[in-house]
């Protein structure tokens, strides 16, 4: 292995290592406290649903264009892109419902994480596009993987902001 792909594999492990201590800090702090109730159950389980055949459908539709279409992206941006086509699907679906966050969880707090989400995974994309290296010739490569989930998690910020835009209008209303 040449020093370019352990570079690769010591920044990918030391974001995974990352996301876990950030994840664990916010289970800590019990901002993801995650007790729904029999609804949000329900709610949830049928968007997972939804999620997993989403999943498979476009897994199944990645490697179908890459059969007809040769090569148009990287192994790792294909696989991004399904998964975050099926957590959107997964995440729109339980906000719809009012089942995306728990009822102790702090939706501020949870909203905030997304847009630094967001802004950061953007930003390496936008830095990424700027040295030219998001496409080798012609083939999407795995440094789409960060502009790919800045958009999943701007597209359920959105959602969620103007579901409950919405919600609070239909409450003052009544």
């Given at each position: 292995?040449?020093?370019?792909?352990?570079?690769?594999?010591?920044?990918?492990?030391?974001?995974i290592?990352?996301?876990?201590?950030?994840?664990?800090?916010?289970?800590?702090?019990k901002?993801?406290?995650?007790?729904?109730?029999?609804?949000?159950?329900?709610?949830?389980?049928?968007?997972?649903?939804?999620?997993?055949?989403?999943?498979?459908?476009?897994?199944?539709?990645y490697g179908?264009?890459?059969?007809?279409?040769?090569?148009?992206?990287?192994?790792?941006?294909?696989?991004?892109?399904?998964?975050?086509?099926?957590?959107?699907?997964?995440?729109?679906?339980?906000?719809?419902?009012?089942?995306?966050?728990?009822?102790?969880?702090?939706?501020?707090?949870?909203?905030?994480?997304?847009?630094?989400?967001?802004?950061?995974?953007?930003?390496?994309?936008v830095?990424?596009?700027?040295?030219?290296?998001?496409?080798?010739?012609?083939?999407?490569?795995f440094?789409?993987?960060?502009?790919?989930?800045?958009?999943?998690?701007?597209?359920?910020?959105?959602?969620y902001?103007?579901n409950?835009?919405?919600?609070?209008?239909?409450?003052?209303?009544?």
């Open positions: 292995m040449d020093h370019y792909h352990a570079g690769i594999m010591v920044g990918l492990a030391a974001g290592v990352a996301g876990l201590i950030f994840v664990a800090f916010l289970f800590k702090k901002v993801l406290d995650c007790h729904f109730d029999e609804r949000q159950e329900l709610a949830r389980g049928k968007a997972f649903q939804y999620g997993f055949f989403t999943l498979l459908i476009s897994t199944y539709a179908t264009s890459d059969v007809v279409f040769g090569r148009w992206c990287d192994a790792l941006a294909g696989v991004t892109i399904c998964l975050a086509v099926s957590l959107c699907v997964f995440a729109v679906t339980c906000i719809l419902k009012d089942a995306y966050l728990s009822l102790r969880e702090k939706p501020r707090v949870v909203m905030t994480m997304f847009a630094l989400l967001s802004a950061l995974n953007l930003g390496f994309g830095m990424h596009v700027l040295h030219g290296e998001l496409v080798e010739d012609g083939v999407l490569t440094r789409a993987v960060n502009p790919i989930i800045g958009l999943a998690t701007l597209v359920i910020l959105i959602v902001i103007v409950h835009l919405l919600r609070s209008r239909e409450e003052e209303a009544e």
